[in-house]
């Protein structure tokens, strides 16, 4: 049933099964050590329907766009066993003064439910320190973005045992500053690229992401078949970060289906000097892009590293896309084989697009 109570935080610390509605942001206070509990969630089923469950739903009726049903402003939060339904944004933790951080939090078993944006970290890239925060077994269910980083000190996030899925899903993990991002077991039903670091010009033209804090790490993620061809990492502007993805599967026939159609599609597709290492992963013809950076003196080149990949053709250096790259990379292949499970010669040197 349908509650008229007001929400509070002091409400949300130990919040009973039903639906909430929620018309303002819940604003917390900067603090330490928040807890918000619910009975439990799961994809939001209305009253006197047969699969309803035993669930503590927020649900946003509010008018306010790009507005969070919670915002957290302090450290140590825990967000456990909530739904929360079509909101602009679930959760925010945002800081703009000096003094007590934010992040230090974990959200698990979550269900975020025809939201805009699961969870986001920060406002603008000048923000003070989000950093630390653990996303455990969330599904996201037809939200543009699982993840959302805004401010350049968001820093080490935990993405683990996640689920996303809906028609409306755009970049899961959508980086406009920050980093550190580690991701494990992340299964995608719709999608359409794991990780994208935003250019400069999307978050405000400021230096948002660097080697300081450009470190992207993707295991074990699985496609589903539903999944299309989801793009991987998407780079919009040269960064000097270190990408490592491990054990990709992505099944093969939407795949061999744009490439046998001629229109072959990106799984990376990297700038500057960035490093990208793909090991133990599905790889096709033309799915990697690269491009350089132009300088007065040397050129930035990305460095592309394949170990122990899957290939479709027994040519590894046709998984690279000349016609969508510009400049050159260097490139190196090792214990590769073919879908048969042959070995590929390894191979390595400077490539020219």
């Avoid at 206070?29 to 969630?41: A, F, R």
């Avoid at 766009?65 to 402003?73: D, H, R, V, Y």
């Avoid at 890239?125 to 000190?153: G, I, P, Y």
Wanted: net charge negative.
């Amino acid at each position: 049933m349908s509650k008229d109570v007001a929400i509070t935080p002091s409400s949300l610390r130990n919040l009973s099964e039903g639906d909430w509605i929620v018309e303002e942001t819940i604003e917390y206070p900067t603090e330490t050590g928040s807890k918000i509990t619910g009975v439990g969630s799961a994809q939001y089923v209305s009253p006197n329907n047969k699969y309803r469950g035993h669930t503590s739903n927020l649900i946003w009726e509010g008018t306010e766009e790009n507005a969070p049903i919670i915002l957290l402003p302090g450290v140590g939060a825990v967000v456990e066993k909530i739904t929360f339904v079509d909101a602009p944004i679930g959760i925010l933790i945002t800081k703009l003064k000096r003094g007590l951080g934010t992040g230090k939090m974990a959200v698990r078993d979550c269900y975020f439910d025809q939201c805009d944006i699961a969870f986001q970290a920060g406002r603008e890239t000048a923000e003070h320190s989000n950093d630390n925060v653990l996303l455990e077994r969330v599904t996201a269910d037809n939200a543009r973005s699982l993840l959302v980083l805004k401010n350049a000190q968001a820093m080490g996030f935990s993405v683990r045992d996640c689920l996303v899925r809906g028609d409306y899903t755009g970049d899961i993990i959508d980086v406009f500053a920050g980093g550190c991002v580690y991701v494990d077991n992340l299964k995608i039903i719709k999608g359409e690229c794991v990780l994208r670091l935003r250019s400069r010009k999307d978050a405000g033209g400021s230096n948002n992401i660097g080697s300081s804090n450009g470190l992207y790490t993707l295991r074990n993620i699985k496609l589903d078949q539903w999944a299309d061809t989801c793009k991987i990492v998407q780079m919009d502007e040269h960064y000097p970060v270190n990408i490592d993805v491990t054990n990709v599967q992505a099944p093969s026939k939407k795949w061999v289906d744009s490439i046998e159609e001629g229109n072959p599609q990106l799984m990376y597709e990297i700038r500057g000097s960035a490093v990208l290492t793909v090991t133990g992963s599905d790889l096709y013809s033309h799915c990697i892009a690269w491009h350089d950076k132009k300088r007065k003196g040397d050129d930035d080149i990305p460095n592309i590293l394949l170990n122990r990949c899957r290939f479709n053709k027994d040519n590894i250096l046709e998984v690279l896309s000349k016609d969508k790259s510009s400049g050159r990379c260097y490139f190196t292949t090792l214990h590769c084989t073919d879908r048969k499970g042959n070995p590929i010669p390894d191979t390595s040197g400077y490539i020219d697009a």
